[in-house]
């Protein structure tokens, strides 16, 4: 019997999950185990999932009670089903076009039952420490690689990873503020927020919804960010301000010298990566929420059996994860030959550096918008595995034109799969 590779998939959320897929060999409806490979997925909760496992309950550092989901009571995605899906494993007919969270959970949970990949996860299972079992002479890759675990019964033991860990910028005075602020991670539903003035931080995907809703209860809601004004409908109690430039006790002052009084504050300003449990050996870096060094945002550029799924932002997410992870298992079986360690970071660095020069900011490294369909396109080439179908790229830009022009109603449409 030919020697299994032992593959250590870290968290089983739908990059996990998928990673774990493709590992299979699956002919049809009936799966079997890989000939290749030995996989073993190590899950903190109790389920699948990640980030898509709704938890009413928030806690704080100083309760010593991290928790994993960033989800809403009321969240819907802003993307349609049709772009929200693994290759050959679509959502059920009668699905919505746009997916309450707790539907896409439950699609998850199909598609793990489906592949029968239950079998191959730990539960309750955190990872304290991945480090490479280096010799003296190590490169070229592969390298084993030891992984350390333990059972965690509590939640109270888990570890903040990918999408957990929200970013708090910073502003003058802030310590002072009598009112709320808190990040859209801790954020649940609006009914606490009431007849109150609110400003929502960030005019992305999660800042214009959580704002919208918001404005359901609320007296007032300013809409605080740095880009061009919207120029689409907006509830009519939604005002549109400049970067807050500072707190004065119960009022913000934003930066075109606006002074308004406001009871919360809530920062839509998304989250750092978080890789805690990798030793200094793995030589991982997160300066500017950019991980380096890594090839195509994906593969580490010393070590070729090590891969960061799912880092991408601004993308299809279901079927940018099915390309990635049919590029890291063509890797691990020697089907795509990869550059040099050298070469891979020089690919990496003339990305980022085009990103500079368009005007991007650095945390925005892994950003794709329109960069993912060619960057698809590669990976596909690359491992030789068919091209995402052209429905999906342009589904998700009729979605996106549709959520700029109506940001109050286009979760209510029904979408094709040949939206053009």
């Given at each position: 019997m030919a020697y299994k590779q032992k593959v250590a998939v870290i968290g089983c959320g739908p990059a996990g999950l998928c990673m774990l897929k493709h590992l299979m060999r699956s002919n049809g409806d009936h799966?079997?185990?890989?000939?290749?490979?030995?996989?073993?997925?190590?899950?903190?909760?109790?389920?699948?999932?990640?980030?898509?496992?709704?938890?009413?309950?928030?806690?704080?550092?100083?309760?010593?009670?991290?928790?994993?989901?960033?989800?809403?009571?009321?969240?819907?995605?802003?993307?349609?089903?049709?772009?929200?899906?693994?290759?050959?494993?679509?959502?059920?007919?009668?699905?919505?076009?746009?997916?309450?969270?707790?539907?896409?959970l439950a699609y998850l949970e199909d598609f793990a039952n489906h592949f029968g990949l239950h079998q191959y996860i730990k539960f309750q299972t955190q990872v304290t420490l991945v480090e490479p079992c280096l010799a003296k002479s190590f490169l070229p890759s592969p390298v084993k690689w030891k992984v350390t675990y333990k059972r965690c019964q509590e939640s109270a033991e888990m570890e903040l990873c990918h999408f957990s860990v929200p970013y708090y910028p910073s502003f003058i005075g802030e310590e002072k503020f009598q009112g709320t602020i808190l990040h859209s991670h801790d954020y649940r539903s609006p009914e606490q927020f009431s007849g109150k003035i609110i400003v929502c931080i960030g005019?992305?995907?999660?800042?214009?919804?959580?704002?919208?809703?918001?404005?359901?209860?609320?007296?007032?809601?300013?809409?605080?960010?740095?880009?061009?004004?919207?120029?689409?409908?907006?509830?009519?109690?939604m005002i549109q301000k400049p970067e807050i430039q500072e707190f004065i006790s119960n009022y913000v002052v934003f930066e075109n010298g606006d002074t308004e009084h406001v009871d919360a504050v809530v920062l839509c300003t998304g989250y750092k990566f978080n890789f805690p449990f990798l030793h200094d050996k793995c030589n991982v870096k997160t300066l500017h929420n950019r991980v380096t060094p890594l090839y195509k945002h994906l593969v580490h550029a010393d070590f070729h059996n090590f891969f960061f799924l799912g880092l991408c932002t601004q993308v299809a997410p279901f079927p940018m994860l099915d390309m990635q992870a049919a590029f890291c298992k063509a890797v691990l079986q020697g089907q795509v030959s990869l550059p040099s360690a050298g070469e891979m970071i020089r690919d990496a660095n003339e990305d980022f550096e085009e990103r500079l020069k368009s005007g991007m900011a650095k945390h925005h490294a892994h950003m794709m918008g329109l960069r993912q369909w060619e960057y698809n396109d590669e990976l596909a080439d690359m491992c030789n595995v068919p091209r995402l179908p052209?429905?999906?790229?342009?589904?998700?830009?009729?979605?996106?034109?549709?959520?700029?022009?109506?940001?109050?109603?286009?979760?209510?449409?029904?979408?094709s799969y040949e939206a053009q």
């Open positions: 799966v079997q185990s890989s000939e290749y490979f030995e996989a073993i997925g190590f899950e903190q909760q109790k389920r699948i999932g990640g980030t898509w496992v709704y938890d009413e309950n928030i806690g704080s550092e100083e309760e010593g009670r991290p928790w994993q989901s960033s989800m809403y009571k009321n969240l819907r995605t802003n993307l349609s089903k049709h772009v929200m899906s693994f290759r050959n494993f679509p959502y059920p007919d009668n699905a919505p076009s746009f997916l309450h969270h707790s539907e896409v005019a992305k995907s999660s800042g214009i919804d959580i704002g919208i809703e918001l404005c359901s209860v609320a007296k007032k809601v300013f809409l605080s960010h740095r880009g061009h004004p919207l120029t689409s409908e907006l509830p009519k109690n052209v429905q999906i790229m342009n589904t998700y830009k009729y979605v996106e034109q549709k959520r700029k022009m109506y940001p109050m109603t286009y979760k209510y449409m029904s979408v």
